[in-house]
């Protein structure tokens, strides 16, 4: 059987899957290229590059495919509803990037927090503006996630051991899983009026698209901080730009962007965002245990198997 790698992918991953006897190729491909290869594959796998559309599965679904893999969590590059439609089993590796994106989730809000781009550009230009840089300590503040998953969990977990107290949202959580994560379980408007910062765990869905909107963020303190490494498209972006350029909350930590790269964006002008190129689960480690785990559940799937994480069963 045939396995199309179009995104970089770990060489552990790779190694296996020809190890386990597949023939394996990796070709970084475009829209046209792909939709002229895919019906050759038994099995495609993507990172977030990849934009795997109708007409591709379409293609696909006449040829050879039974299985996308997606090394990662998300699937908003994938259509999963047409690959459902046409049999295609969807897999994706939802716990290989965890502790990645929320130790990064962390570093945003210290970076926020004491100020530390800012300092680190400052210094560089051979100035000293210590006295500019009064920040504030992480420790007594208040963390308000919204999503309840396993990277709000992690995040949960560092916050309690920097001595945060935690609120936590999601229409999944209940009292008792909130009280694992040591957080009180709050409803969104409550998270977002009290918390000193706010950190978004969500899927993009036509339900969470510009959650974050005007509304929503007239609710935040002027003193608060927003912090997304969960997916673009969460936040409306023009919105977040008019905020922070007001003053109307103190700054924002931003990851994801709902068009990437972001050019043109007005966020790239402020001095009270940090920003960074989508890097939460670009680790070592996590793209290891990312592209491993995919790895598995394609040759589960091609072996007639039953894979742990299968997106689209029914």
Known sequence: MKVLITDKLADEAIELLKREGFDTKYEELDHDALLQ???DYDALIVRSRTKVTADIIEKGAKGKLKVIGRAGIGVDNIDVDKATELGIKVVNAPTGSTIS???LTIAHMLALARSIPKADSSMKKGEWIKKQLKGIELHGKTLGLIGSGRIAQHVARIAKGLGMNILVYSPHCTDEKARKMGARRATLEEVLREADFVSLHIPKTK???????????SLMKRTAYLINCARGGVVDEEALYEF?????IAGAAIDVFEEEPPKGSKLLDLDNVVLTPHIGANTTEAQIRAGTICAEQVIKVLRGEEPEFWVNKR
């Open 37 to 39: 290869e895919i019906a």
């Open 101 to 103: 994106v929320a130790e």
């Open 207 to 217: 339900d969470t698209y510009h959650l974050i909107d005007r509304e929503k963020l």
């Open 244 to 248: 922070l350029r007001d003053g109307r």
